[in-house]
């Protein structure tokens, strides 16, 4: 096993791929399948520790599925249209360039990009020892991926989930497009500049004007918005009926309508006190006519229900149904006109007036504020920090702005996708409550966007007139089209060639659409395309397992869209894991420089001092050594820890390959019954250890896994066993039973611990199986399939006699480090020890032994690592070191005899002396003899 993983790694790699090792046992296992479906990443950008974790992740759970026998067939995917690979390929043009480009050119060239992405990506995880079908991977722009959409959308659409129609949505300016709420995020620290205005009251019902008895005169509605440029579109104002409003008077003797819950805020920005002349319930006020303060239009007060509150504002909301959900929803109660004087780019239209070519997001804002105040109609403008909505890729703010759009509505199949959700596993449980809450509360999924790189909404428009062409027979055909020739079949073919025959001879009267799909539509139809569409996949899929933002995102759509389809979860399991931070907690940026690289981690960077190669079983070894079910730390201090523990596990590895090179198990092997107490122990602990391995893998708690890898590799054997049977292995002839006694169990251990390792650590699993100096059936360590413990090793009461026993060393051990360390001795061999047990639980261990080991001074002996061992007796004359204990009287002194050169016990025997001159004792001179060896 040679220690260099940059270099061991990919020849390994290369094993595998020469002797299809994931191929055949993904066919040929006897198991049944086991599809974890793979949540396809943008391709589009350098693979991140947020990719090393999840594809990591998945890797050690196919591994271990695979050991355990199951038909293990693992496609990885990649997202492959949208508006980032749009941009990227605009960034690399000339202005010149631009102005030649085609729709079509355009896809060739974004087609070209993601492929290029998709290929240094897959380059990238397979160098991290993750297996799959790499030459068969989904992309979403394969042709028959794209037909496969196409036929979801239809089955949408024949079921009438799908509709088009004028409604505000989340639009982004920066990219010019629609987006969906899985394609927003929100910053901290924005702030908006918040308005209170005055809206003048013009008309009064007749019942509040005399119930206001001539106080309507110079009456104002205070009105209150974060959104100033959102006022030109301003039609109406709304007022919760179950809150009070009281008129109040300003210093000046300007009067306002506010809710009564917020007189108290609204005196405290506006500076003075605000008298209250008369009360009033809220529904009195529905009906009131105002003049708008900027601009020749009226508006009317209406009941908006619980959209209004008393927690912030005036208890009083400015109406522009054409800028928001909520205010759509009241518009359309009451009848009121739809305005959005605002362009695709974020612009003011002549619709809003004076305004007109102002950016609602920058320069806008300023110019209503100062119009209000020339108005007299400001009566505060205040900054007012919020969650407010960005776009996720420009990372620019967005806006709510009404367009003619396609959605998808959930109300015909909401109540089925809440029943869906609770026919699949959680992990962790929380996700549940997260996906329905967010079922429940979504509204309709705007899945339209005005881009070129997606795939088409296959629709066609009168060319004159507002009708439409979209059924059974217009989708079947397309879909056909898409599945022979792409989604370029849209730009490249005339109304004539995409519709079909019974409407081809009407071409002239059609136009086709020009908006793409959402890509969270591309994604979510993942299972139709891929886990339904190869033969050799299973839908539902029996894991989904993505970061924990996927609740939003690919989870939610790719269960929409199978719930309207078929009625059910395209997953029976959705396991989830949180983000990648650095040593401090905090999120990786380049301007923290706190980026942790997965390639400079695999193959180290350019200071190899700072950043040395660890190789991918390191990288591998971090997944398994967190609890990714929240988010994850990575840095330097935390890879070399990993890095250590690495070696040591390698290293004990190494130390018992080393030691079986001249044993064959056919020839050499010790029977079961024949072993040495200490041996069946450690198969004993091995078959425990197996175990609790396999309920961390079964439970996806991969940081067990780690813990219990690296507990029996260094105390169970390194600091235990290894150490106890170096005399065996080293001063023992090479026949002799007591060496192939060690030699049968280190070779089944070594063995054992290279299968339960294989899921993680996969090339050091490989490494030692192709590193065993004796011949085995398998040619791979996959192929031995998972390790199985032998019912005769379990040996419960041997375990509970190890387990004193090892309490007795560790008590020994302290005495003896106590006189290492004030120089009275070096190593433990030149030390005699007497022992007085009053202990019952060390006294029943030793009772056992004494009952089935007729030497069981020498045997405890040799398990202290001293020379000589008294059980009971006189007291030594003159110890180095004593201790009274609970039960337990230690003494340690200096050893009685001579140093043997051989083994450094010290003995009392006469001994023998070499030809060299060197004096051995009679156990190694006995030796000798056997072996004819000199020393």
Not at 314 to 333: C, K, N, S, Y
Not at 346 to 353: L, M
Not at 632 to 644: E, N, S, Y
Not at 714 to 726: G, T
């Amino acid at each position: 096993m040679r220690a260099n993983a940059v270099e061991r790694e990919p020849q390994l790699q290369r094993f595998w791929a020469e002797h299809k090792v994931y191929e055949k046992l993904s066919r040929s296992n006897p198991g049944q399948p086991f599809v974890l479906h793979d949540g396809p990443p943008y391709a589009n950008g350098a693979l991140h520790m947020g990719h090393a974790l999840n594809k990591v992740l998945k890797d050690i759970i196919n591994k271990y599925k695979l050991l355990q026998g199951r038909k293990v067939r693992f496609v990885p995917g990649w997202d492959c249209h949208g508006l980032p690979i749009e941009l990227k390929v605009l960034q690399g043009l000339t202005p010149e360039q631009r102005r030649q480009l085609t729709p079509i050119k355009l896809r060739k060239k974004a087609a070209a990009y993601a492929r290029k992405q998709m290929e240094g990506q897959r380059q990238g995880f397979r160098r991290w020892g993750v297996w799959g079908d790499w030459d068969n991977p989904y992309l979403t722009l394969q042709k028959e991926y794209e037909a496969a959409q196409i036929g979801v959308f239809g089955r949408m659409v024949l079921a009438g989930h799908v509709y088009r129609g004028l409604k505000p949505v989340y639009w982004s300016p920066s990219s010019r497009t629609a987006l969906a709420e899985a394609e927003l995020e929100y910053p901290e620290g924005h702030t908006s500049s918040s308005v209170y205005g005055a809206f003048p009251v013009e008309t009064v019902p007749d019942a509040l004007a005399r119930r206001l008895d001539g106080a309507a005169r110079g009456l104002h509605l205070a009105i209150w918005t974060t959104t100033p440029w959102t006022l030109p579109a301003n039609v109406a104002v709304a007022v919760n009926p179950r809150l009070d409003y009281a008129v109040v008077a300003t210093a000046a003797g300007r009067r306002l309508v506010v809710a009564c819950g917020r007189r108290p805020a609204l005196s405290q920005v506006l500076g003075e006190p605000l008298e209250i002349l008369q009360t009033l319930p809220g529904t009195a006020l529905e009906g009131i006519g105002y003049g708008h303060p900027l601009l020749e239009r009226h508006g009317r007060v209406v009941l908006g229900g619980d959209m209004v509150t008393a927690e912030s504002g005036t208890g009083l909301v400015h109406i522009a149904p054409g800028h928001g959900a909520e205010d759509f929803a009241v518009g359309r109660r009451y009848n009121l006109p739809v305005l959005c004087p605002v362009d695709e780019g974020g612009r003011f239209t002549a619709e809003a007036g004076p305004f007109a070519g102002l950016n609602v997001l920058e320069d806008a804002n300023p110019a209503i504020v100062a119009a209000l105040k020339e108005r007299s109609a400001l009566l505060a403008c205040v900054p007012y920090a919020h969650r407010y909505p960005y776009d996720w890729r420009t990372k620019k703010p967005t806006i709510f702005r009404a367009t003619e759009q396609w959605f998808a509505s959930l109300d015909g199949f909401r109540e089925a996708a809440l029943a869906a959700v609770g026919q699949v596993r959680w992990l962790p449980g929380s996700g549940r409550k997260r996906i329905e809450a967010m079922v429940r509360e979504r509204g309709d999924w705007c899945i339209s966007r005005q881009r070129v790189w997606g795939v088409p909404i296959p629709v066609f428009y009168a060319r004159s007139g507002d009708e439409v062409l979209l059924n059974e027979d217009t989708l079947a055909h397309v879909q056909q089209l898409f599945a022979t020739h792409g989604s370029d079949a849209w730009w490249t073919m005339d109304e004539e060639q995409l519709l079909p025959p019974a409407h081809a001879p009407e071409a002239e009267r059609w136009r086709k659409g020009t908006d793409t799909m959402d890509v969270w539509f591309d994604s979510g139809s993942s299972w139709a395309a891929v886990a339904a569409g190869r033969e050799e996949l299973a839908y539902p899929a029996h894991l989904y397992l993505e970061g924990s933002d996927q609740h939003r995102g690919w989870f939610q759509s790719s269960l929409l869209t199978s719930v309207a389809v078929h009625g059910h979860a395209p997953y029976r399991c959705v396991l989830t894991h949180g983000f990648t931070l650095d040593e401090q907690g905090r999120k990786m940026s380049k301007s923290l420089g706190n980026v942790v690289d997965p390639t400079v981690i695999i193959a180290g960077g350019k200071n190899r001092k700072k950043e040395p190669a660890y190789g991918a079983d390191v990288l591998r070894l971090w997944v398994s050594s967190v609890d990714y079910s929240s988010d994850v730390p990575i840095g330097a201090g935390i890879l070399r820890q990993l890095a250590d523990v690495y070696r040591k596990v390698r290293n004990t590895c190494r130390y018992m390959l080393g030691n079986v090179y001249d044993f064959q198990p056919e020839r050499d092997g010790v029977p079961f019954e024949k072993l040495a107490w200490l041996d069946r122990w450690l198969l004993h602990r091995t078959g425990e250890v197996l175990q609790e391995a396999t309920r961390a893998f079964e439970a996806y708690e991969f940081y067990r896994f780690f813990q219990i890898l690296q507990n029996f590799c260094v105390v169970d054997l390194s600091n235990f066993y290894l150490d106890v049977v170096k005399d065996r292995l080293y001063i023992s002839a090479p026949q002799d039973l007591s060496r192939r006694q060690c030699q049968t169990v280190l070779a089944v251990v070594v063995e054992q611990l290279a299968g339960m390792m294989a899921p993680v650590l996969c090339h050091m699993a490989e490494d030692i199986w192709q590193n065993l100096p004796y011949p085995v059936r398998e040619t791979s360590v996959f192929e031995r399939g998972w390790p199985q413990a032998a019912a005769q090793w379990r040996h419960d009461r041997l375990a509970a006699v190890v387990r004193q026993l090892r309490r007795l060393r560790t008590s020994v051990n302290r005495q003896l480090q106590t006189t290492q360390a004030a120089g009275h001795m070096g190593a433990s061999l030149e030390a005699q020890v007497r022992l007085d047990i009053q202990d019952p639980d060390i006294q029943g261990a030793v009772t056992w032994l004494q009952d089935h080991d007729a030497n069981v001074e020498n045997l405890v002996k040799d398990w202290l690592l001293v020379s000589q061992l008294h059980l009971g007796g006189d007291p030594l004359p003159q110890p180095l070191a004593e201790s009274r204990e609970d039960g337990l009287h230690i003494q340690v002194a200096r050893a009685e005899g001579w140093k043997c050169s051989r083994c450094w016990h010290y003995t009392m025997d006469q001994g023998q002396v070499l030809d060299d001159g060197s004096h051995v004792c009679d156990r190694c001179a006995a030796v000798l003899r056997r072996s004819a060896i000199a020393v």
